[in-house]
DNA sequence: TCGTATCGCTACGATACCGTAGCGTTCTAT
DNA sequence: ATAGAACGCTACGGTATCGTAGCGATACGA
């Protein structure tokens, strides 16, 4: 970030210390998250956990605000876009993904997430951050889908993925059922039927 | 909840300064929980706002913990079943009203209830209270139209209400798309079209 | 080797919060 | 009218948090 900055000697490119604090306390604060929630994360709980001094976390990240956006920014991975050839498991892979994907303990993350998004604009742009790629992989199956001719083209592909995307997530953190591979497939068929 | 410890006089029914002070504190309460969650409400705050005095916040709720329940817990209306003879309109008439709930100022505490369900084992229940409401009225509305032999039985009316709440909540909370009537009852079209 | 960047440590100041104690005042029910 | 309940007010004690300052120790890079 502050490559740019003047310095007497050429410009470091990478301390290895840095390095190593700034992976450090990442790392810590990943875990503090998924256990903790956005909320329960603190700057001192951080320092305390990884061993890396106050201080240091200051020294490279300018307040809480930011190592939390700095690690939920990370958390976002995108998911490759599946091209079986077919439409139909096309959809499923990328429904199944989501689904084991939501199984995992970062996913708690998320709810805090939304949560923080209806009030801090900066974590509303995370969001729609997150909620871009995961939309994307579905939006570019879809389309592919269309221009095949295995969907028609009059059906709204956000719709679409809504009715996916939607069920998994209901069951993940609002009804709390089981969330299988079945259910994701299932829910696959059905988004995908009423185009008969 | 108190009523039934012993007095010296009778046991007083109804004392008009206890209500006020109770419904001042609640409704700033709800406010509060709307405009910040429940991550930003503070008992020094609801007294403040209220002009109900800290200690007499805490002669009737035992802690911040209780505050936040009780008023949480009165969120939850619970939705009158409606009864259009026809298994399509009285989906469409739920699912329209869900939508529109969840565009009234209080939809912004859902979110934090689900974060603190997945540590809260208090909220949890809530949430699950909460989600148990809604979901009565939908399934008692599938099972009537099953029962009028508009619907196959061997369909999962649990895997309906996901297909037809997870995508109005997906729309609320994470894709942050319009949410309008007309969606509303295009999701019930879909969730109703796989069975033909 | 040697300058310097980075580090850890301790100690702050400021703020916010929870929950309680004491005391005098006001209201209610009888 | 009067006892007792409920109230508001002020003031605590304790804890947690953010973010900063100063200082000596250490490791990196030329």
Redesign the interface.
């Known amino acids: 970030m502050k490559k740019d900055t003047k310095r007497k000697r050429p410009a470091r490119e990478t301390d290895e210390r840095v390095e190593k604090s700034k992976k450090a306390v990442l790392t810590t604060t990943y875990e503090l998250l998924a256990k903790?929630?956005?909320?329960?994360v603190s700057v001192d709980e951080v320092s305390r956990r990884s061993g890396v001094a106050k201080t240091t976390i200051y020294r490279h990240w300018p307040s809480r605000e930011a190592l939390l956006l700095d690690a939920c920014s990370q958390l976002s991975t995108r998911p490759v876009v599946p091209d079986t050839g077919k439409l139909r498991t096309d959809l499923e892979a990328l429904a199944v993904g989501a689904a084991m994907r939501l199984q995992q303990p970062w996913s708690?993350v998320l709810?805090?997430i939304?949560?923080?998004a209806?009030?801090d604009k900066e974590l509303a742009k995370l969001?729609?951050q997150i909620?871009a790629q995961m939309?994307g992989a579905f939006i570019a199956v879809i389309e592919r889908g269309q221009e095949r001719g295995e969907l028609a083209r009059s059906l709204d592909a956000?719709?679409i993925?809504?009715?996916i995307?939607?069920?998994?997530?209901?069951?993940r953190?609002?009804?709390?059922?089981l969330l299988d591979e079945a259910?994701a497939k299932?829910?696959v068929e059905?988004?995908l039927?009423?185009s008969d």
């Open positions: 903790s929630g956005l909320g329960g708690t709810p805090s939304i949560d923080a209806e009030r969001q729609s909620h939309r956000r719709e993925v809504a009715s995307i939607g069920p998994i997530m209901y069951r953190f609002f009804s709390r059922e259910f299932k829910i059905r988004a039927r009423v």
